[in-house]
């Protein structure tokens, strides 16, 4: 008999970046979506990693490490690698800290706007995260005194209207996007040496034409990611069919993923549907060992 399909979700977000909930309790909401192998991609960290597979481990939910990286143009994952390599951990603290750069910056942008917002309330609404734009959006929300100015100064905006008028490319703090971020190459290099593969994430949200994939695999990178459950198969300049079938010709991965960063986002888990993985995929990842012990990450760093 053949193989059953096995089906993934290789993109989500904790509170150890962006994300809503703890790495438990995205495992048992990953293990209730019906999906058989995961992993968890906060950006910039693998911390959370080590209680996801815990956690993962005893729901019976298969798990390889993760993790999501920016680069100017694109957001690139690194799927199923080694999460124990010192030189790797310290990449994502070093990107972790451009971002906080850039957050900084923003945040100074927001106050010469003269929105109530500091680096000390995002540091106690997020004591954990790497802190990016999303983490700076809720503080608006979260936070009293910049809610009453919201009030008062937009007061018929919807909360999408305060994030187009604040963090949004044309917004007040959109223009120091992507100022500090690693190179392209260092991301890739980074995540081949430590045995992972590098895949460019939600591709059809951030690729203008499918010229845009030669320059990639140039890059070096392994394959793209879709998520079909949330766009359809069709959305901007390239469409999934198209991806697919590019990938197929050479020889590089299709991965899918949900981007889900919890319950009150809009993203679901993908659950079952376009996005079994293919048996190139499978023999891929599953031969190689990483996640695949129970060691904690402070027997790791030490
Ligand atoms: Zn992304
Ligand atoms: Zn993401």
Redesign the pocket.
């Known amino acids: 008999m053949e193989n059953p399909k096995k089906y993934i979700d290789f993109h989500m977000h904790t509170k150890y970046s962006d994300g809503m909930e703890s790495p438990e309790l995205l495992a048992m909401n990953v293990k209730l979506s019906g999906v058989d192998l995961a992993a968890k991609t906060d950006h910039d960290t693998i911390e959370g990693y080590w209680d996801f597979k815990a956690a993962a481990d005893k729901l019976g939910l298969a798990t390889i490490p993760g993790i ?1 990286f920016s680069d100017k143009d694109y ?1 690139i994952l690194g799927l199923g690698f080694n999460p124990k390599d010192y030189d790797f951990w310290k990449l994502t603290e070093r990107s972790k800290y451009y971002q906080r750069l850039t957050s900084e910056q923003r945040v100074h942008m927001l106050k010469r706007h003269g929105i109530p917002i500091t680096m000390e309330k995002l540091d106690s609404f997020f004591p954990d995260s790497r802190l990016g734009k999303h983490n700076i959006y809720r503080t608006l929300y979260h936070d009293e005194e910049c809610r009453s100015w919201i009030e008062q100064n937009l007061p018929d905006a919807t909360p999408d209207d305060v994030f187009e008028y604040t963090l949004r490319k044309s917004g007040i703090a959109g223009t120091v996007e992507h100022y500090y971020d690693l190179e392209r190459h260092v991301i890739i290099d980074g995540i081949h040496k430590v045995g992972g593969l590098a895949i460019v ?2 591709l059809p949200k951030q690729a203008k034409s499918m010229k845009e994939l030669d320059e990639l695999k140039e890059a070096g990178v392994d394959g793209f990611e879709v998520q079909p459950n949330f766009y359809g198969t069709n959305f901007g300049a390239v469409n999934y069919p198209d991806i697919e079938s590019y990938a197929k010709r050479h020889d590089m991965f299709i991965t899918y993923g949900s ?1 889900y960063h919890g319950s009150i986002m809009p993203r679901s888990l993908l659950g079952r549907g376009m996005n079994a993985m293919s048996p190139e995929l499978e023999e891929r990842l599953l031969g190689s060992t990483y996640g695949n012990d129970s060691e904690t990450k402070e027997e790791c760093l030490v």
Do not use: V
Request: proline letters at 0%.
């Open positions: 999501e957001h994430a939600h981007d």
